[in-house]
């Protein structure tokens, strides 16, 4: 049986693994090994790169053309697959299926800075943990885009990543229901926790279940491990079902917040899920949306006690980043450091320890209320159905400097005469945003963005990869970038500022989340930075599907 790993490769040329996401890790070996979560000592080392990745189990018996979807589907909501599960042409069935994937296997593989393999570590559930009857593991869903986003703990010594308890080969998992948050309406009848997964510098894995993001994914995690704290944050999506939303899904969108478990997976019935950051258009004096749909969050990271989030696709809410105000509230119970939805962390702020305790009558009208998220100010305040920007992944180099993922907005527009697909080619604000805090402005403003090497729309070939068009869409099957996604950087010691990143993609694939794309590592060598802080600071990562940009009941 083939399995499907792409080929690696670093800096400007294409087609890393199918699925990655870059951090820095506390913990370089002198050989390349394979390595389990059983093994002794995997060595993750200070300096090296961390990148995750899923590996599709290139099996034409994972599905059979002609079958019902979603699994179990009831008859209104059933469609006919295309394809059987030979890959690529698999991801054909998610022109029919609109929640259709399949889930993989996660692994982490420890690179060089310069992408040179050092090891590699399957995730694996430990036999204390797993449920060998259903045949259970922490998985991912292979053409995700947004999954497996990789996070240094706040004192650096653990790693921390969110999956599915699913087995391999499952359909659909990522659209499915979590066990005590079920939508009636959602496509996908299936049942699956999502797992916050902790991964120390031994390879020692600790699960957490949770019964957030039903109906869609989470994407990131964080733990807070600083002064004895053994807390969770996460960010992700919630709903695929119809309009009104149940009340657990709105609860379980955005920004959780969860204690991290040391208890075997099999002993953990997680309740309701408890948001820790909320916020609404109407904060802005805009007109609200759908309910729970503006916390459609990617990108998390946390900097000088300050939680931020990001949101770049879906139709509702603003793609822009975002930050939890721990401060307070005013007399009007709005947020003290942003009144009007815009503005600067407070200088006291503290990291958030409890969840928001939210109203559960306003729950069908304004959602999570209090709202206690802010809009970083001279960032984007545009709506999401006409947006200008897809941020994902955030690195703060230091404090007044913050460089900002683009992902680009998805189009896969052709030329055939150029050879290139045009809209991605054009745009200019997908790639690498560097934004600076002007303290005149009292607000962050863009300063440039990064785009030479990464060839935006320009189709590169991969080993093994299909020629030609894809029948299905009448479009090439070879991919090209897009923008960036997941992002890390270092400040280096001269003071200018090195950051890897994962590409997106555009391509004829019938779900361009499964396609190959690229590690890339770009230097900044613009204006400098004080040599020494902020070193080897870790930032998130997430990757998923371009449903979720035409449509936020879709992932």
């Known amino acids: 049986m083939k399995h499907i790993v792409e080929s690696r490769l670093v800096s ?21 090994t394979a390595a389990f979560a059983d093994d002794d000592d995997v060595g993750f080392r200070p300096g090296n790169l961390l990148v995750s990745r899923s590996v599709y189990d290139n099996n034409p018996a994972n599905i059979v053309a002609g079958t019902s979807l979603p699994p179990n589907c009831l008859p209104a909501n059933c469609v006919t697959a295309t394809n059987d599960g030979t890959y690529p042409q698999v991801w054909n069935n998610s022109l029919v299926d609109g929640s259709f994937g399949i889930t993989a296997k996660i692994l982490l593989d420890q690179l060089k800075p310069t992408g040179a393999l050092v090891n590699s570590l399957e995730v694996e ?17 292979f053409p995700s885009k947004s999954e497996i986003a990789l996070n240094l703990s706040t004192d650096g ?21 979590t066990p005590a948050v079920v939508d009636p309406t959602n496509p996908v009848p299936g049942s699956y926790s999502r797992v916050v997964a902790q991964v120390d510098a031994h390879g020692r894995f600790h699960f957490t279940k949770t019964n957030a ?64 950051g909320s916020f609404n258009i109407t904060q802005l004096g805009l007109k609200a949306d759908k309910v729970g749909k503006d916390t459609n969050f990617r990108g998390l990271t946390v900097a000088n006690n ?31 450091a942003c009144p009007n939805g815009v503005g600067l962390p407070g200088a006291n702020a503290a990291l958030p320890t ?93 300063a440039y963005t990064l785009q030479a090497g990464l060839n935006l729309g320009v189709p590169y070939t991969v080993a093994n990869y299909p020629t030609g068009q894809n029948p299905a869409t009448k479009l090439p099957w070879a991919p ?10 270092r400040v280096n010691r001269d003071g200018t500022a090195t950051i890897w990143a994962i590409t997106s993609t555009v391509s004829g694939n019938g779900d361009q989340g499964a396609d190959p794309n690229q590690l890339v590592m770009i230097a900044d060598n613009g204006v400098s930075f004080t040599p020494g802080t902020d070193r080897d600071r870790l930032v998130d990562a997430d990757d998923h599907r371009d449903d979720d940009r035409r449509d936020d009941d879709r992932h």
């Open 125 to 141: 559930v430990p036999r204390e943990h797993d449920d060998r009857r259903t045949g259970e593991r922490v998985v991912t869903s």
């Open 480 to 489: 090209a970038a897009d923008g960036l996604r997941n992002i890390i950087g």
């Open 306 to 336: 300050i939680v931020y989030t990001t949101k770049g696709s879906g139709g509702n809410g603003i793609n822009t980043v975002y930050f939890i105000d721990t401060t307070g509230f005013d007399a009007n119970g709005k947020p003290l």
């Open 157 to 177: 010594r653990v790693v921390t990543f969110m999956g599915y308890l699913a087995p391999l080969d499952a359909l659909d998992v990522s659209n499915s229901n």
């Open 354 to 446: 409890t969840p928001i305790f939210y109203d559960a009558t306003k729950l069908q009208t304004l959602g999570v209320v209090p709202y206690n998220m802010c809009i970083l100010k001279g960032f984007p305040t545009v709506l999401a159905k006409a947006p200008t920007s897809f941020p994902f992944g955030v690195w703060f180099a230091d404090a007044k400097t913050l460089y900002v993922a683009d992902e680009g907005n998805g189009t896969n527009t052709f030329d055939p005469a150029s050879g290139k697909y045009t809209a991605a080619a054009a745009q200019t604000g997908a790639g690498l945003q560097k934004w600076v805090f002007d303290p005149g402005m009292g607000a962050w403003k863009l």
């Open 213 to 276: 993001y039903s109906g869609n994914n989470g994407r990131a995690a964080i733990l807070n491990d600083k002064n004895g704290a053994n807390i969770v944050y996460t960010a992700g999506n919630a709903g695929n079902g119809g309009n009104p939303q149940p009340n657990g899904i709105i609860i379980g969108a955005g920004l959780q917040i969860l204690t991290a478990e040391r208890t075997p997976l099999a002993a953990q019935s997680p309740g309701l899920p408890t948001p820790v």
């Open 12 to 32: 400007r040329r294409p087609a890393v693994r199918t699925r990655l996401v870059v951090t820095i890790v506390l913990s370089t070996v002198v050989s390349a």
